[in-house]
């Protein structure tokens, strides 16, 4: 059931509420690949001849921070809603997720 649960990342990118967007995914486990994608996106911008781009937790943690909003909605079945989330939970299954790609 954890797996599966639908969820929304809610995005300012900076202070300009016209950068506000939203993502959305079919479970929290691709919504960590997809802010770990967002952050890889943005190293490619700033970094176009690098080949293999690397970067530890506290690279993305600082890219994290560095947005202006970042939260998630996840449907829980049991009550039949999103329940909401902050930026350290986000960063909290992002560094999870990270970890179980490195094992």
Same mark, same amino acid.
């Given at each position: %059931?954890?797996?599966?649960?639908? !969820?929304?990342?809610? %995005?300012?990118? &900076?202070?300009?509420?016209? &950068?506000? !967007?939203? %993502?959305?995914?079919?479970?929290?486990?691709?919504? %960590?690949? /997809?802010?770990?994608?967002? @952050?890889?996106?943005?190293? $490619?911008?700033?970094?176009?001849?690098?080949?293999?781009?690397? @970067?530890?937790?506290?690279?993305? =943690?600082?890219?994290?921070? /560095?947005?202006?909003?970042?939260?998630?909605?996840? =449907?829980? *079945? !049991?009550?039949?809603? =999103?329940?909401? @989330?902050?930026?350290?939970?986000?960063?909290? $299954? !992002?560094?999870?997720?990270? $970890?179980?790609?490195? *094992?």
């Amino acid at each position: %059931m954890q797996a599966n649960r639908h !969820t929304i990342i809610l %995005m300012q990118a &900076s202070h300009n509420r016209a &950068s506000r !967007t939203f %993502m959305d995914f079919g479970s929290i486990t691709q919504a %960590m690949e /997809g802010i770990c994608g967002l @952050y890889e996106r943005k190293l $490619k911008e700033i970094n176009p001849a690098l080949r293999n781009l690397s @970067y530890d937790i506290a690279d993305l =943690y600082n890219f994290i921070d /560095g947005l202006a909003d970042l939260s998630a909605l996840v =449907y829980d *079945h !049991t009550i039949q809603a =999103y329940l909401p @989330y902050d930026r350290q939970w986000i960063k909290q $299954k !992002t560094f999870q997720h990270l $970890k179980k790609l490195a *094992h």
